[in-house]
């Protein structure tokens, strides 16, 4: 997609708003890195104050993949830190989307990659391996499935179920 705003594509496409093939996330999200504009096929991953599944995925090859991350909201601990953003961004990910905190906010700064998190928090992450990959998360009231799209910018996100043309 030549890059337009979501707040254009949201003006010249309400009746995809009205049939639900398009969503806007609220607007709870911080924006990191140094990709503000990113857009691509989501993945989706469910974990609570545990980041190995996270981990896990930024390993694989991103092809230009948006990892949406529902961490149930917690503002207890970081489950994504500097390290694996950084291997995310070598892997070619688009952005990383999570519903609870990140860490070493200087660092994914720093990176060339989109990253939204509530908020950022010292304390790491359990170590346990639970969660689940490739399910439907609902986020910031807006439900998300594999392999639907998602469009972010400074003005906010979009969820689409296909890809966008202009």
Not at 29 to 46: A, E, H, M, N
């Amino acid at each position: 997609m030549a890059f337009v705003t979501t707040a254009e594509v949201c003006d010249a496409n309400p009746q995809l708003f009205v049939s639900g093939e398009l969503r806007a996330l609220q607007p709870i999200f911080q924006i990191y890195g140094r990709r503000p504009v990113f857009s691509g096929p989501v993945v989706t991953l469910k974990v609570f104050e545990d980041n190995v599944l996270v981990r896990e995925f930024l390993e694989e090859k991103g092809n230009g993949r948006v990892l949406v991350v529902d961490g149930g909201g917690s503002l207890r601990c970081a489950i994504l830190g500097g390290n694996p953003v950084v291997q995310a961004q070598n892997n070619g990910w688009a952005g990383i989307v999570v519903n609870g905190c990140i860490r070493d906010v200087d660092e994914i700064n720093g990176c060339d990659i989109g990253v939204r998190a509530l908020a950022s928090h010292p304390v790491k992450a359990n170590k346990k391996g639970f969660g689940e990959k490739h399910v439907p998360v609902t986020i910031a009231g807006t439900r998300i499935c594999d392999g639907e799209w998602l469009y972010a910018d400074t003005d906010g996100i979009l969820i689409s179920k296909t890809e966008l043309s202009v």
